[in-house]
């Protein structure tokens, strides 16, 4: 088993030095850990705090281009877009799309959001909220939300899934399917069930396995995803980017 690809990596780009390090240091760790393809997935333009500048994407794709010809690794341009309303909006514009190669997307804390009223129901609720079980309007405002998101835009990963912000991971899960979206079994943190992982495999879910690194030397570092792929006996062939490099179907612009 052998991992190929990592899509899931922070730099110095997510601001405040989040992201601890340069896009020739990420692949040139890559290169040394044998991965052919790694992708560069700064956080989303509206986070409060760690958020990538929009009008530092020309800038990043020549750093991308610079590392790709010094270490020989393929590196893809992404974001990791932030959900910012609960009718699935997102803070990637379409006119930010001749610059990515992917496009992740996951919910975080502190991001300005469409409305205050989609800030207090989808961050202050969920942040002063019980972790281990969600109330049902909860559950059903954040699925919502998750499911629209999926529905408007050409999201290739889901990153960390319920991470924080719990939701209806079958249904999720399931319309990902539909749009050719990659569920991302995430190097630091897993938070569905045994049960529903199985389901999910059962009913062909195609998993991406992402160490969503913040420093060099975790990139590719994908432990806890890969002990639980062999702990679950998940099927090799729905994991897309090991022993082969996945396929991103969705088409921007």
């Known amino acids: 088993m052998i991992l190929f690809g990592d899509y899931h990596t922070h730099t110095k780009y997510s601001a405040h030095h989040h992201g601890k390090g340069t896009v020739l240091e990420n692949a040139t ?12 997935s700064d956080h989303g333009f509206n986070h409060m705090f760690y958020g990538v500048k929009r009008k530092e994407l020309g800038e990043l794709k020549e ?30 514009l379409e006119s930010d799309y001749e610059y990515l190669d992917i496009l992740l997307m996951g919910h975080h804390r502190m991001v300005k959001m469409e409305k205050v009223k989609d800030f207090f129901a989808l961050n202050m609720v969920n942040a002063l909220s019980s972790p ?5 309007d ?21 990153t960390h899934l319920n991470y924080g912000f719990p939701t209806d991971t079958l249904a999720v899960a399931r319309l990902a399917k539909e749009k050719d979206v990659f569920v991302e079994l995430n190097g630091k943190r897993i938070n569905f069930t045994d049960r529903e992982l199985l389901i999910m495999a059962e009913e062909g879910v195609k998993f991406i396995v992402n160490s969503d690194a913040h420093s060099p030397e975790r990139v590719g570092e994908c432990n806890n995803a890969i002990n639980t792929i062999f702990r679950l006996d998940l099927p ?6 090991v022993d082969k490099l996945p396929k991103f179907t969705n088409k921007r612009g």
């Open 132 to 136: 281990y079980k969600a109330s049902a």
């Open 29 to 40: 760790v890559a290169a040394e850990k044998g991965l052919k393809q790694i992708a560069i």
């Open 63 to 92: 750093d991308i281009l610079n590392a790709k010809m010094s270490t020989g690794v393929d590196v893809l341009c992404g974001v990791e877009a932030n959900l910012t309303s609960r009718n699935g909006d997102i803070d990637v």
């Open 236 to 241: 090799l062939e729905q994991i897309v980017n």
């Open 138 to 158: 909860r559950l059903n405002r954040n699925t919502t939300a998750m499911l629209r998101a999926l529905d408007k835009h050409p999201i290739d990963v889901i």
